[in-house]
């Protein structure tokens, strides 16, 4: 995982045929490829457990208790793909805390809302959290679900759009 990280950094590219090319092992490009997919399938290779210890341990390092910090929840769709993201503001950056594929298209609903939220929360319970979102989750639910938790729920209305 190490290896498979400092190329991701060095070779600022996430595509397996690209890591596959560069990954440092002693067989084809093509059995390489095969090799890191059949690694990236693991069941025990999950968000929960490679990326939250990692997003932890960044925010003890970079950001003191009872720092505010901006989560940031979206919806995006690509063609066939629905795509909810829950992202981390900083520097003017978002960081990926969490996504997860829709299984339909259109809007989320509250159900897919809460479950994607609460899954990043107990991340944040040591700092003042503030969610942003934009109309689609204008949902007074939603808001609830995050004051809750102790967050600020911020929205972008309809009419600050124009």
């Not at 600022?12 to 092992?25: G, I, N």
């Not at 720092?67 to 978002?94: K, Y």
């Not at 990926?96 to 299984?103: A, D, I, N, T």
């Not at 040591?126 to 934009?134: C, Q």
């Amino acid at each position: 995982m190490t290896v498979l990280l400092s190329l991701m950094q060095s070779e600022k590219q996430v595509r397996l045929e690209r890591l596959s090319r560069v990954f440092p092992c002693l067989i084809t490009a093509e059995s390489r490829r095969r090799k890191l997919q059949r690694f990236l399938d693991l069941p025990n290779l999950t968000i929960e457990l490679i990326w939250f210890p990692l997003i932890t341990y960044w925010l003890t390092t970079y950001c003191r208790v009872g720092t505010r910090l901006s989560i940031a929840i979206d919806r995006s769709q690509w063609g066939c793909i629905n795509l909810f993201m829950v992202s981390l503001i900083w520097e003017r950056r978002a960081i990926p805390l969490y996504w997860s594929l829709l299984p339909k298209l259109g809007s989320s609903n509250f159900e897919e809302k809460t479950t994607n939220l609460q899954q990043v929360l107990p991340l944040f319970s040591e700092y003042k959290v503030i969610v942003l979102g934009d109309r689609e989750f204008c949902s007074i639910d939603a808001r609830i679900l995050a004051q809750g938790k102790g967050c600020v729920f911020l929205l972008k209305t309809e009419e600050e759009s124009s």
